[in-house]
């Protein structure tokens, strides 16, 4: 799966939740974020084609591994609300007008409170770990061969694949998109329609390929 799907899988999940509510867009933006970081495994590339073969889709894509990258940012972020403060940098930087009635949006926390420091952990760990689990439903197809998830790395390097999807499908990337426009247009069926994407995707998967 691509960077902006997982991305999309990410802050779907928590928008579903509805809890964006009670502890802000932050919530779903730092799932967003989360949802992507296991790819760091995938660095040696810039540096060595058999590395990266070696330990992508294993050193970081491991449910260890999300635990504690989950341990690690649910603390910087929910300490220092880093989502926000990076925010108000962008906006800063690339004279982005905001509405008066936004501007409350961007107040950065000034208290460290241990519950929320508990919702950032559990989000983060959901979104962290629906990484592997997209990407084991991703894989194969076109002639290229199924690239199985290292889950229990480093305890054990057997593979989890099952592949629904096939890599470069773009039927998951329109639904994912076409959803996040449609809560844009229909703010007040966020939760609904954040649970009719993934409704979608299961029919989709049904109907493409004849799955579950
Ligand atoms: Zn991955």
């Given at each position: 799966?691509?960077?902006?799907?997982?991305?999309?899988?990410?802050?779907d999940?928590?928008l579903?939740?509805?809890?964006?509510?009670?502890?802000?867009w932050?919530?779903?933006?730092?799932?967003?974020?989360?949802?992507?970081?296991?790819?760091?495994?995938?660095?040696?590339?810039?540096?060595?084609s058999?590395?990266?073969?070696?330990?992508?889709?294993?050193?970081?894509?491991g449910?260890?591994?999300?635990?504690?990258?989950?341990?690690?940012?649910?603390?910087?972020?929910?300490?220092?609300?880093?989502?926000?403060?990076?925010?108000?940098?962008?906006?800063?930087?690339?004279?982005?007008?905001?509405?008066?009635?936004?501007?409350?949006?961007?107040?950065?926390?000034?208290?460290?409170?241990?519950?929320i420091?508990?919702?950032?952990?559990?989000?983060?760990l959901?979104?962290?770990?629906?990484?592997?689990?997209?990407?084991?439903?991703?894989?194969?197809?076109?002639?290229?061969?199924?690239?199985?998830?290292?889950?229990?790395?480093p305890?054990?390097?057997?593979?989890?694949?099952?592949?629904?999807?096939?890599?470069?499908?773009?039927?998951?990337?329109?639904?994912?998109?076409?959803?996040?426009f449609?809560?844009l247009?229909?703010?007040?069926?966020?939760k609904?329609?954040?649970l009719?994407?993934?409704?979608?995707?299961?029919?989709?998967?049904?109907?493409?390929?004849?799955?579950?």
């Amino acid at each position: 799966m691509t960077t902006l799907e997982h991305a999309m899988v990410g802050v779907d999940l928590v928008l579903a939740m509805g809890a964006t509510r009670r502890y802000g867009w932050q919530l779903a933006a730092i799932a967003g974020i989360a949802a992507t970081l296991p790819d760091w495994d995938g660095l040696p590339v810039l540096w060595s084609s058999r590395q990266f073969d070696r330990v992508h889709r294993a050193w970081g894509h491991g449910l260890l591994s999300c635990f504690l990258l989950a341990v690690v940012l649910a603390w910087i972020d929910s300490r220092y609300d880093l989502v926000t403060r990076l925010t108000r940098v962008g906006v800063r930087v690339l004279h982005v007008q905001i509405p008066e009635t936004w501007q409350n949006q961007l107040q950065i926390r000034k208290i460290f409170n241990p519950k929320i420091g508990g919702v950032w952990f559990l989000t983060i760990l959901m979104a962290a770990v629906s990484h592997p689990l997209c990407d084991a439903l991703v894989s194969g197809g076109r002639g290229l061969p199924d690239w199985p998830i290292q889950i229990f790395w480093p305890f054990s390097t057997c593979g989890l694949v099952w592949p629904v999807f096939h890599w470069g499908d773009v039927g998951v990337t329109l639904i994912l998109v076409g959803y996040l426009f449609a809560m844009l247009r229909w703010r007040s069926k966020t939760k609904p329609l954040a649970l009719a994407a993934f409704l979608s995707i299961a029919g989709y998967a049904f109907l493409r390929y004849g799955m579950f």
